[in-house]
């Protein structure tokens, strides 16, 4: 019995032992460095632990598509890299004792996330976001707070026909307001959708034949979205089956420009019109209006704040501007056309934001002979002289 129970210990628990006390070695340094660099502490969606409950299984960290979000630290998960959170919440369902959930971070210093409750009602009442101008990330949950919303709204509106005036008003043609609508059509409100650039939201400022990753979630009235990732070509597709299929009363091309309440209903006003309604839905995207620097040379016609199709750039020297996952997309997609030299520039000494994909597929990039890719890391955007095409 003894000699079993030394090669019990021998074979399977010192291994295990030896792996484990490597592993949160290489989390605490991970945390470290993190720390460091700020990117423990995120501003949007991340995975809030609860200790109390946490067992330090790991399977969380396991569960995580992007690898480094989350680590184990003295025997509880702790998160390493909190920007890189994508909002997934693979990690909340593979908790076994429920210790999980994807919230949001730190927003004290983000006056752009507006103050809401449980159902996404702002401070001012009868005005509610669905969206990431909330804070969260993904499809998913654009879908998600779009039915909520529009719930809301059909139990506690009282139903009364008034002419000129619509029950809601939904600002925002992207996957929230189309649930939104899809939710109040489902429940026999007018609604109005405006948007000022057309019918599918920030999608359609993807670059051509981008994946766009998905989880599994029902829109309304439609059906399932159940593939994993979609190219932004096919989510346009079923957009437009939607708004085909169920007439949507949309009016694009037409931007916000003020919500003015006035006798328990709001006045929604845009370049072309005015509109009223007893509810409010924003569900504008974060694309609308392009960061700029503030650097000599930006106004420039060669200088471009997005990038729609790489294929039409070939034998160029480019200078790609941001160390986030858009800016590493654009990169990737530009090396790869024919003739074309890279150089992508972070004001950080690490890319820390990007998501797993990318981040292994811009190093692969850099270490190959084949791809002109370079990386200029800065200390302050001033010091740049634009040259090329700025994303």
Known sequence: IWSAGGLLVLFIFIPYFL????????DMERKKEAV????DKPIAQYPQIDIMRCIGCGACVNACPEGDVLG????????INGLKCVGHGRCAEA??????KVGLGDIK???DIPVMDEFNETNIPGIFIAGELGGLALIRNAIAQGRLVGERIANTLEHSVKNGVYDLIVVGAGPGGISTALTALGNNLRCLIIDQQGFGGTIL????KKLVMTRPIEIPLYGTLDKPEYEKEELLEIWNEINNKYKLNVKIGEKLHNVVRKNGEFIVETQKDSYIAKRVVLALGRRGTARRLGVPGEDQAKVMYKLMDAETYTRNHLLIVGGGDSAAEAALGLARQQGNTITLSYRKDNFFRLIKRNDQHVKEMIKSEVYYVTVFLISSWRNILLTGVLI
């Open 72 to 79: 184990i630290v003295f025997g509880k998960a702790t998160v």
């Open 205 to 208: 400022q993807y670059p051509r």
């Open 95 to 100: 908790c076994p004792v429920q210790g999980i």
């Open 19 to 26: 792996k484990f006390r490597k592993q949160q070695k290489t």
């Open 36 to 39: 460091a660099l700020g990117a």
């Open 109 to 111: 210093k983000r006056d």
